[in-house]
């Protein structure tokens, strides 16, 4: 079986990997403005700061009886590990407690990114 010129083209893309944390928060509906405030004010330029730090961004779901998501991208595995061994992580889950209706839950991932030529755009 021959394969496509342009299927051949994205298997043999370059691919790497990176680490991503996830920690879910479920917010109490009164606490939802001053929640976001914190998370805008204080977790963004926080976290951005991170050596390793790709991205950070917070998710708000569209169901309200799901958990707010918070995503964090790094580079390695150990420069998460670094923002987290440091208590920056830890001072700025304390800052959004108050404001949560359960524990907040961290989640780690390996997420491997595919760079793919587009044509269409």
Not at 48 to 64: A, D, F, I, S, W
Not at 71 to 100: H, M, N, Q
Request: hydrophobic share 35%.
């Amino acid at each position: 079986m021959t394969l496509p010129a342009h299927t051949y083209e994205l298997l043999t893309i370059k691919s790497g990997f990176m680490f991503v944390r996830v920690t879910f928060f479920k917010f109490a509906n009164e606490h939802l403005k001053q929640a976001r405030k914190i998370y805008h004010d204080e977790v963004l330029p926080s976290v951005k700061r991170q050596r390793g730090n790709l991205g950070v961004r917070l998710l708000e779901p569209k169901n309200k009886t799901d958990d707010y998501m918070s995503i964090t991208e790094w580079k390695t595995k150990a420069d998460a590990d670094s923002y987290e061994s440091t208590g920056v992580y830890r001072r700025l889950i304390v800052r959004l407690e108050p404001f949560c209706t359960k524990l907040p839950e961290l989640k780690n991932y390996f997420v491997e990114e595919v760079r793919e030529k587009v044509d269409h755009l």
